[in-house]
Each structure stands twice: as C-alpha cells, then as structure tokens.
C-alpha cells in the first residue's frame, strides 16, 4: 500500500486528464512551433509530498486552427514521501499533441525508473510504462510569431481535485519555426533572457532596464520571422507577453511594496520599466491575475511615491518634488500630480 501511495503521489505530479477550459480567445497561429518549457513544483495534502522537476519540449503543426502534427517531450525526476516510505523517480514522456489550436491534446506514454523505500521492507527497484497525459494545454498569450502559457494549468486542476495544495508550473514559449537555425536561435535566446530574469538578484533599475532592452531587441527579432497579416486570436495590447510579463511582475513586488527601502529615483525607474514592458497599468496582456497584479503594483508604486512626496514636502526638497511631479504626469498618475503641484506651492517663495 505505501509503494502505491508513493507511485499515485508522483502519478498526480505529473498530471491527468481532467477537461480544463481554453484560455478564452486565446490560440496558436497557423504555423509551424517549437516550444519548450521548464516543469518544476510540489504537491502535497496531509501526510503525502511530492515534488519534481524536468525539462519540456515540443513542436507543433497547426492548419486552419487544428492541430494537425506534433510531439512533446519531457525528461525529468521526481520524489515522493508517505508516512513509512519514499520514492525516487525519472521519468520520461513521449505525447502525440493533436486537438485544436486554442486546445490543443497530448496523448502518449511514460516511463519511470527508480526505487521505493518502504520501512520494515527495504528499497526496491521500480520501473515501467503508463499512459501520459498533460490532458490538454492552451495558449494565454499569441502574437504572430510567438506563444506563451502553461502546459500545467490542467494538471493544478487534477491535484487541486484529489485534494492537495500545488505550486506545479511548466511556462512555456514557442517560436514559429522560419526554417534554417533563426528560430531555434531565437528560442534559444528567449530561455537565457528568462533565466535572467528568474535568477537576479539585487538588482538596480538599471539592471531592470538593460533587460528591457533585451526584450525590445528579441521581440524584433521575432517579429522579423514571418509576415504578419493580422493580428491573431486573442491578441491583446502589451508590451510583453504573459510569461515575461510574470517573472517582470515578480521583480517589481518588493519596491510596489516595500518604498520606504528604496530611493525617489528607483521607484520612479522600476515604475516605468515595468509600465514599458507591460507588467505594470492597464495595458497587460493574459490573465485577469496578470491584469490584477499589474493594477496592484501600479497603485502599490503610487502610494510609495506619494510616502516619498509627502517627506520631500516636509524636508522642502524642491528637486525631488518636481522629479515626483513629472513621472506622476509622465506615466498619467493625475491625483499625485496634482498633490506635488500643491507641495512646491507650499514651498516655493
């Protein structure tokens, strides 16, 4: 019983094949794709933990918004524990993807090798072949020549029914495919800016900015991988696309929420890189989370910036009142630009 307990545990890690809704409007271009994602997270209820992690691959063939070809593979490892047992995993999947281009199937098999340790019974070897399945996955984010979304929304939906809490995520960004190596440089470039952007630390605006320069400088090279002859489905205004807007989000938590740590002139500079790539305001591609968090920060950013107005007022700091003062009319923040009109009336001879 344990050893089943601990292959299940790993089983719902992966996934399954419960019905999950399209992102809405959202879909592949017609196209040829390749793709690829990082699978990483934990699962876990009373008693039972799982964690993995592995790295996704696939190419995908869509004609008329079906999905008429393709292939997802996945190499990665995973472990479980039960009260009186662990296990160890690799795995390996190989999926036929099919389906539609705003919901697209994947069907195949997967392996596993490793062991259980069961106490009282010592750790045996395990391995074998069962149907795989990430059910289906959908985009959340389309331009012509890239996508991006999660290939795990459907599994969190299968953990989150069989009654555990999940931090399993598998972001995924595809490139159309423009034939000779452009594409899969350019996917290769994409994954090492986003390891960027998930492994900073301490960083600057500046640092910040040199990384929106690097998307500008990307997106145009993505855009320069086919003609595009019109916006696709589901396209939305940004700067940026859902996963990069994401891990953008992320960077900027600690200055929307924590102003008093950082000087005037950080917070007016993340303010308006994160308003430039579209992680920040109203313009934010993808999820109603996504547009949430990005109206948080943004009113996170105001109420720092106005904590910051407020002591330049009382200090008589002329410099930094019209500094605040011309970022709050620059990025439309109306309220504090009127607040920091008052302040260098009060001040000014």
Known sequence: MRRLALLTALGLLMGGTLPVRAAEGVAFPDGEWEG??????SISKTDVF????????????????????????????????????????????????GGTADKVTANGSMGYNGTVTVTGFGTVPVSGTVAGSTGTFSPS???????????????????????????????????????GASSAAILEEYKSLVAKLVNIADFTANDLLALAHQIDALNAKILGLGPCEAPP?????????????????DLL???????EHFPTHYLISFLGVGIRVGAVGESVPGSALLKQKAMEL??????????????AIAAGDMPTIIDILIAAQQFGLDSLANKAQGGLAEIQP
């Open 36 to 41: 690829t994602a990082i699978w990483t997270g």
């Open 233 to 249: 489905e589901g396209f939305e205004q940004g700067l940026s696309d859902t996963l990069l807007t994401a891990l953008f989000q």
């Open 253 to 259: 938590e600690a200055p929307a929420t924590l102003p």
């Open 141 to 179: 984010f389309a331009s012509c020549n890239k996508v991006t979304g999660d290939l795990a929304t459907e599994g969190r939906k299968v953990q989150a029914a069989a009654g555990f809490a999940t931090t399993v995520t598998a972001k995924f960004v595809a490139i159309r495919t423009a034939g």
């Open 50 to 97: 799982a964690s993995g992690n592995g790295k996704v691959a696939f190419t995908l063939t869509v004609d008329g918004g079906e999905v008429t070809g393709g292939e997802l593979t996945m190499n990665g490892a995973g472990q479980s524990k039960v009260p009186g047992g662990s296990g160890k995993l690799k795995l390996a999947a190989l999926l036929n993807l």
């Open 298 to 311: 943004l009113v996170g950013f105001e109420a720092g910036l106005e904590l910051k107005l407020n002591e």
